[in-house]
């Protein structure tokens, strides 16, 4: 018996100067789920998107939200620069904010599967023709190879504070990535991508 994956519309922004997603999935797939599903870009809204092995530590899901790439972070790359960008966000159990064990097992956990994520969505859209990009969760740096200029784009960059649905937090210690509606019980990986 295949179980299938309810995807729910949360937002669609399309002008000539922005063009943005949000697919949230609502229940994850048992682990015998179908790995991988094509999507198309933005500008084409994806109709259909992969499907995730359940995590026993994960809450239900992850969202997918593409969004223009602010000039700031295209700038970084030194050979194409992209002008899309496709964040892939988990909820947490636990508060990234506030160190403990369960978080950071929890945290180790997603940013493998994130290191996968990304890998794989990347591979997808550049077999569609585009150039796609990821960067590795765990070393900041491009997972193809792409070079960028200050040598890494970190998860807590500050620029990413100029996207809709993200803020950055100095924690003192620190900075951390803020999603608008987890909060920071989140953990979000990017995929770069030129039209």
């Not at 508060?95 to 945290?107: H, L, P, Q």
């Not at 956990?109 to 990304?118: F, H, P, Q, S, T």
């Not at 990821?134 to 500050?158: A, C, H, L, Q, V």
Request: glycine share 6%.
């Amino acid at each position: 018996m295949r179980n299938t994956q309810k995807r729910t519309l949360v937002s669609v922004i399309n002008s000539s100067s922005t063009n943005s997603a949000v697919l949230t999935t609502q229940k994850t797939l048992p682990k015998a789920a179908t790995p991988f599903v094509s999507f198309s870009t933005a500008d084409q809204l994806p109709s259909q998107i992969y499907s995730t092995p359940k995590v026993s530590c994960l809450s239900e899901g992850h969202t997918l939200k593409f969004d223009s790439c602010p000039a700031s972070i295209a700038s970084e790359f030194t050979g194409n620069q992209p002008n899309k960008i496709l964040f892939i966000t988990y909820q947490t159990e636990n508060d990234m904010a506030k160190w403990s064990n369960e978080m950071e097992v929890e945290r180790k956990i997603i940013v493998e599967k994130l290191k996968n994520d990304v890998t794989q969505v990347a591979l997808q859209v550049s077999a569609q023709g585009y150039w796609a990009d990821g960067i590795n969760p765990t070393t900041g740096k491009s997972i193809f190879g792409s070079e960028i200029r200050s040598g890494m784009i970190i998860e807590s960059d500050t620029r990413f504070g100029a996207l809709e649905d993200f803020e950055v937090e100095d924690l003192g210690c620190c900075t951390i990535l803020k999603h608008l509606t987890y909060g920071t019980n989140s953990i979000s990986g990017f995929v770069f991508y030129k039209q």
